[in-house]
């Protein structure tokens, strides 16, 4: 079946930095969504992409569907921003979203 | 306020026992979802529901049936629970075709 490898799986960042964070896929799919979960649980959506980059503050996320995979940079990382994040993809059959393994992200001061 | 809304958020049962998980959406969203997550890993998908009395098999859907009877209003139903049926349950809804989806905050279910 479809699959969604996501790296890391973790990452230590001081407060100020940045990094990315990667996911491939397996399949050809035709958008992907990124998620933070923060410490509450919730699944908080941070981008939906069918193509090409987003951008939203700190964060920036790119899609690429002909080499399969999606980054999520994060820049000048705050407190805030410690939790997992979820890539999660859609394929071109149907509805379902396949989800990576995520990535934990401690921010420290 | 656009939303999926699940009830309860924590809920412990003894093994054996049915159980009801309850989701609604004020979106009017076709697609609905009902998806597990259990520690250290990303959501299974149990069910879809397409719209109202169309319900279709996610990954892992053994030992769950669902309801789905009014567009805004998805329910997943254990018959008889085990205990390897403790996780964190999440619904989720999208319009139908390419869309995001948009999460409940999440059911925490103990079987006991």
């Known amino acids: 079946g479809d699959q969604v490898e996501q790296s890391p799986s973790a990452l230590s960042l001081h407060e100020g930095t940045g990094s990315a964070l990667r996911c491939n896929f397996t399949?050809?799919?035709?958008?992907v969504q990124w998620f933070q979960q923060n410490s509450r649980g919730s699944l908080i959506n941070l981008f939906y992409?069918?193509?090409g980059t987003k951008e939203n503050g700190r964060l920036k996320s790119t899609f690429n569907s002909k080499e399969s995979y999606s980054t999520l940079h994060i820049r000048d990382a705050q407190l805030e921003d410690s939790g997992t994040y979820f890539c999660a993809a859609r394929n071109n059959a149907g509805a379902k979203l396949t989800f990576g393994g995520g990535t934990r992200l401690t921010v420290r001061p | 306020d656009m939303k999926v809304t699940q009830m309860p958020r924590y809920l412990i049962k003894r093994m054996g026992e049915n159980v009801l998980l309850e989701c609604g959406q004020d979106?009017?969203?076709?697609?609905m979802y009902w998806y597990r997550q259990d520690p250290g890993l990303g959501l299974q998908l149990i069910y879809i529901?397409?719209?109202?009395?169309?319900?279709s098999e996610g990954d892992i859907p053994k030992g769950y049936r669902v309801s789905r009877k009014k567009r805004e209003h998805f329910s997943l139903i254990l018959d008889s629970a085990k205990t390897n049926q403790t996780s964190v349950y999440f619904c989720?809804?999208?319009?139908?075709?390419?869309?995001?989806?948009?999460f409940g905050s999440g059911t925490r279910l103990l079987v006991i």
């Open positions: 989720a809804s999208s319009l139908a075709g390419a869309s995001d989806y948009t």
């Open positions: 529901s397409y719209d109202v009395d169309s319900n």
């Open positions: 979106m009017s969203h076709e697609t």
């Open positions: 399949t050809t799919m035709r958008a």
């Open positions: 992409l069918a193509s």
